[in-house]
């Protein structure tokens, strides 16, 4: 009975061990080679984006829209997949042409009986950008501003060219968008 413990206890032990070492593992650093790549899309702008995923801000309004079932299916409140929707954001120098679906509270109404993602063809401003070494991305930053609205945008892009969009607008709730960027052939 004693010998069937202690070889329980040793079991426990060394799965504790492993699992706490699984946890606990560092993000490796990225390569020269793969940093350049990151580099030279951020720096040259010359991308399109594709969303996968749009994540809007999970507010009691949202709450209602997915029991009211209008959540395509596959999706949460807080996460719907934009698989077979057309949706990007292209971006060349300074020009930039965006049209991504928005689901979330409008709080200034322009546009009464219409509904409209997130639209935009125009210049961006203050554009920026700032390597992030210990979590191996790159942050691209813009605002744009059509009419009455301004957004500010911030384009997080990783290895593989995996990339995450959020925007703030000063008329509408916080969305981010999951997706993937790829550089544009001229």
């Known amino acids: 009975m004693k010998s069937r413990i202690s070889r329980l206890f040793i079991y426990l032990l060394l799965f504790q061990l492993f699992l706490l070492a699984g ?12 940093w350049q790549q ?3 899309l951020v720096t040259v702008r010359n991308f399109q984006f ?3 995923w749009a994540e809007p ?15 395509p299916p596959g999706s949460s409140v807080n996460r719907i997949d934009l698989t077979g929707t057309a949706n990007f954001l292209s971006m060349q120098a300074d020009q930039v042409e965006m049209h991504l679906p ?4 409008r709080q200034v109404v322009q546009t009464y009986g219409r509904a409209e993602g ?14 992030n070494e210990p979590q191996n991305y790159y942050d691209l930053d813009f605002n744009l501003k059509e009419k009455t609205e301004l957004l500010q945008c911030n384009l997080r892009v990783f290895l593989n060219r995996k990339a995450v969009l959020t925007i703030y607008s000063n ?13 544009v052939q001229r």
């Open 171 to 183: 008329q509408r709730n916080m969305i981010r968008y999951q997706g993937e960027v790829d550089i």
């Open 57 to 71: 801000l999970q507010t009691s309004s949202m709450n209602r829209v997915a029991t009211a079932g209008l959540i």
């Open 50 to 52: 594709r969303a996968r």
């Open 102 to 105: 928005y689901y979330g509270e």
């Open 38 to 40: 990151m580099e030279q």
């Open 118 to 131: 997130m639209s935009f063809k125009g210049t961006a401003a203050d554009i920026s950008t700032k390597k």
């Open 23 to 34: 946890c606990g593992s560092a993000k490796a650093p990225l390569s020269a080679e793969d």
